[in-house]
């Protein structure tokens, strides 16, 4: 037989957003259920040094601070379930969830906290150097490269937002960009050309990062000229992609207002949808800041939007039932 799962607070995702609003729903007496999708735990699981996280003096790692933070939540009465959504309806409450494993999840709320995932270029030296002198978010990790030389790879809003955050810890800071002009706004653009601290090579396409061996990491990135076909070999300490975010959003498409991004959109100020019941939080409904505080902050904001949904909810139901 099909199990079936039901709870006043059904929540897709366990990164920071998901299990924030975890343990609020649960102190609040919702007994939520957290679905865990193909990455539990977030992008933090592929983090190792994490030095900006309020309440630890010394650097964490990214898994032991999400295993903490499911201890937490199962502490308090979460349960967390492990499953990969396949199939929604959110036309009507209570709202309905279809696993892979044909498991069907039955919530009075929904909170969405399914994330997104940083592009990255798809190469094997890549993939063997994240965490080694590469990554995909300056905000998080440039103040390991303070003094050094760094490179970021992109040319729209977000690299040319990096290349400029890198010079608060960089003074030789390379934007790396395959095309001959950028795609960021106008006036980004221009911050980017006035700034002496960042340099700007056109053309460029990056064949590999190169391994220094043994401790060292990245010594260089390998370019190839778009133009010419040119080989040349920067040297850098950390190189940072910056060419946009997937947010894990497909299953929602046509069911949930999104932006011109793919972005869940909710009211300002809130973590609503267009869809009543319905609560966004994390990185799947935030463009601009993606880190670990801002989710776990609009974790919290969703359980308080939940639980003020249902509140309202129940209210009306007696009052309609008393008349």
Not at 99 to 108: E, Q
Not at 148 to 157: R, Y
Not at 176 to 187: G, N, V, Y
Request: glycine share 12%; hydrophobic share 40%; net charge negative.
């Amino acid at each position: 037989m099909t199990a079936t799962h039901s709870t006043r607070m059904l929540i897709l995702g366990s990164g920071p957003a998901g299990l924030s609003a975890a343990i609020y729903g649960a102190r609040a007496g919702l007994a939520p259920i957290v679905v865990q999708g193909i990455q539990p735990g977030g992008q933090l699981m592929t983090t190792t040094d994490v030095e900006n996280y309020p309440g630890f003096r010394e650097v964490i790692q990214g898994p032991w601070l999400m295993q903490e933070m499911q201890a937490q939540a199962e502490h308090v009465g979460a349960q967390m379930l492990w499953d990969t959504i396949v199939e929604v309806d959110v036309s009507q409450r209570p709202f309905r969830m279809v696993g892979d494993s044909g498991t069907v999840y039955v919530g009075d709320t929904l909170v969405i906290a399914t994330g997104a995932q940083a592009r990255w270029l798809g190469l094997d030296s890549e993939e063997l150097l994240k965490g080694k002198g590469v990554s995909a978010c300056a905000t998080c990790d440039g103040f390991f490269f303070r003094g050094k030389k760094v490179a970021v790879i992109g040319g729209g809003n977000t690299a040319v937002e990096e290349a400029l955050y890198l010079t608060n810890h960089s003074h030789d800071v390379t934007l790396i960009h395959r095309r001959d002009s950028l795609r960021a706004e106008k006036i980004l653009q221009q911050r980017l050309l006035a700034n002496d601290k960042i340099s700007t090579l056109w053309n460029k396409k990056v064949e590999r990062f190169l391994d220094g061996g043994g401790v060292a990491g990245l010594v260089g990135i390998e370019l190839k000229d778009m133009v010419t076909g040119e080989l040349s070999t920067l040297e850098v300490d950390g190189g940072f992609v910056a060419i946009g975010h997937h947010p894990a959003t497909e299953l929602f498409r046509g069911h949930i207002a999104l932006d011109d991004d793919n972005y869940i959109t909710v009211e300002k100020g809130t973590t609503r949808t267009s869809v009543p019941g319905v609560f966004a939080c994390g990185d799947v409904m935030d463009k601009h800041y993606r880190q670990a505080i801002t989710a776990a902050g609009t974790g919290c904001m969703a359980a308080l939007d939940a639980e003020r949904f249902l509140a309202e909810a129940d209210f009306e139901q007696v009052a309609e039932a008393a008349e």
